[in-house]
T-cell receptor, first 111, second 116 residues
């Protein structure tokens, strides 16, 4: 069974701080997706990274896929209360059926 | 445009009872799936389907049955509920691609199930 471990599990910060969330595995993935989930709702896709070493930016969020395609990171600059939520990484293998979700990082940004 | 609709939103069952969680999508997606979400464990795949009449097991299929008679609907059945099945259940769908990097999963808003 492929596993994706996220760290930290919980993160509570003040508005304006920077943070990084890590997603690690011993398995290689074809691509990796990041989702954000708010209370009472399903996860919503933020980004997909495909190429080893790829960096994608989404406003204040920066996503990186590891060179070996086994890990990824999400960096948020100047966090805002609207960034609060559960962040999930998901590893994709050829054959969409094999999407594997990480353990999740719960972020709380206080004003 | 409703997307993925799950019913009910909340359900309480007693051990041994059966029930069906409903999932419907209006996006003509070939791929549909059921996940359960438990604290600290992320989302785990229960069953999935790549089209009408085709289903397969995911990571944690025991205690659950599915069927896919139409493209739109993918119900999840608990035949004899157990306390270990207390969880939040999510249905998700997508266009089917051999390589899925441009096909995000679209999730419903979940069903919170408690088994006592």
């Amino acid at each position: 069974t492929q596993l994706l471990e996220q760290s930290p599990q919980f993160l509570s910060i003040q508005e304006g701080e920077n943070l990084t969330v890590y997603c690690n595995s011993s398995s290689v993935f074809s691509s990796l997706q990041w989702y954000r989930q708010e209370p009472g709702e399903g996860p919503v896709l933020l980004v997909t990274v495909v190429t080893g070493g790829e960096v994608k930016k989404l406003k204040r969020l920066t996503f990186q896929f590891g060179d070996a395609r086994k890990d990824s990171s999400l960096h948020i600059t100047a966090a805002q209360p609207g960034d609060t939520g559960l962040y999930l990484c998901a590893g994709v293998n050829t054959g969409f059926q094999k999407l594997v979700f990480g353990t999740g990082t719960r972020l709380l940004v206080s004003p | 445009n409703a997307g993925v609709t799950q019913t009910p939103k909340f359900q309480v069952l007693k051990t041994g009872q059966s029930m069906t969680l409903q999932c419907a999508q209006d996006m003509n997606h070939e791929y549909m799936s059921w996940y359960r979400q438990d604290p600290g464990m992320g989302l785990r795949l229960i069953h999935y389907s790549v089209g009408a009449g085709i289903t397969d097991q995911g990571e944690v299929p025991n205690g659950y049955n599915v069927s896919r008679s139409t493209t739109e609907d993918f119900p999840l059945r608990l035949l004899s509920a157990a306390p270990s099945q207390t969880s939040v259940y999510f249905c998700a769908s997508s266009h089917l691609r051999e390589f899925s990097y441009n096909s995000p999963l679209h999730f419903g808003n979940g069903t919170r199930l408690t088994v006592t």
